[in-house]
C-alpha cells in the first residue's frame, strides 16, 4: 500500500496555498494529512510541484504531475503512475477531518472487495478525492487525459468499482461529515473554529 497526497491546484478560492495553513494543533494542513498517510501505510508521497514542498521531501517523495493543470485527474494518474504497489490510497490534503481509523477502514473494505477502486458515496456525491486506487486505474486515467477530458467519474463504468454507501459508513460509525473539504477561509473557519 502507498499513500499519495494531493496538494490541488492552486488554491484561488483560499487566496493562499491551502496545503501550507496552519490547523489549531500547529501543523501545516500537508503535515496532518502526511502523518494521516503514515498510519496507514510506510510509504506516503505527495503529489504537487517539487519546487513548492521539496522542504517536505524528507518525509516522502514529491511527485509532480505528468498532464499538467488537469485537476483532480491529473494528480490521480501522477500517483498511479509512480507508484511500485498494487494497492493505493490518495487522498486530497484539504480533509482536514479525516481519520486514521477512517482510512484504514477504507483500506480494508478495498481489499475485501478487491474492485480497481473503492470510494465513499457520502454528503451527496462520490468521494474521488479519498479512495483506494489500484495500479490498473492509472492507464484508464491516461486515456480520459490524453483525450483531452478530465472527469473522473466516467472512468467508473469502464472499471471494477465498490462504492460504499452513507449507510455503510454510518453503519461503521462514520459520519459523511468527516469528508468535508476547504476550499476557501470560510469554509475553514466554520470546520475548524479558526481566524483568517
Same mark, same amino acid.
Given at each position: 500500500m502507498t499513500v499519495f497526497v494531493l496538494t490541488g491546484g492552486r488554491s484561488e478560492r483560499m487566496g493562499t496555498d491551502k496545503a501550507l495553513l496552519q490547523l489549531p494543533s500547529g501543523e501545516t494542513m500537508l503535515e496532518h494529512a502526511m502523518a494521516l498517510g503514515a498510519s496507514v501505510a510506510r510509504e506516503v508521497c505527495v503529489v504537487g510541484p517539487l519546487e513548492r514542498y521539496a522542504s517536505y521531501a524528507w518525509a516522502g517523495k514529491i511527485i509532480e504531475d505528468v498532464f499538467p493543470g488537469r485537476g483532480p485527474l491529473g494528480g490521480i494518474h501522477a500517483a498511479l503512475s509512480n507508484t511500485q504497489t498494487d494497492w493505493n490510497l490518495i487522498f486530497a490534503v484539504d480533509m482536514p477531518l479525516l481519520t486514521a481509523a477512517l482510512l484504514r477502514w477504507l483500506v480494508d473494505r478495498a481489499k475485501e472487495y478487491e474492485a480497481v477502486v473503492t470510494i465513499p458515496h457520502a454528503d451527496g %456525491? #462520490? *468521494?474521488? #478525492?479519498? @479512495?483506494?486506487? %489500484? %495500479?490498473?486505474? @492509472? /492507464? &484508464? /486515467? *491516461?486515456? &480520459?487525459l490524453e483525450a483531452g477530458l478530465n472527469k473522473i467519474d466516467s472512468i467508473y463504468t469502464r472499471v471494477s468499482t465498490r462504492v460504499i454507501e452513507e449507510d455503510e459508513l454510518r453503519g461503521a460509525a462514520f459520519g459523511p461529515e468527516l469528508f468535508a473539504n476547504c476550499n476557501n477561509k470560510d469554509e475553514m473557519r466554520k470546520l475548524l473554529g479558526i481566524g483568517s
Open positions: %456525491r #462520490l *468521494q474521488t #478525492l479519498c @479512495g483506494v486506487y %489500484r %495500479r490498473d486505474f @492509472g /492507464a &484508464e /486515467a *491516461q486515456k &480520459e
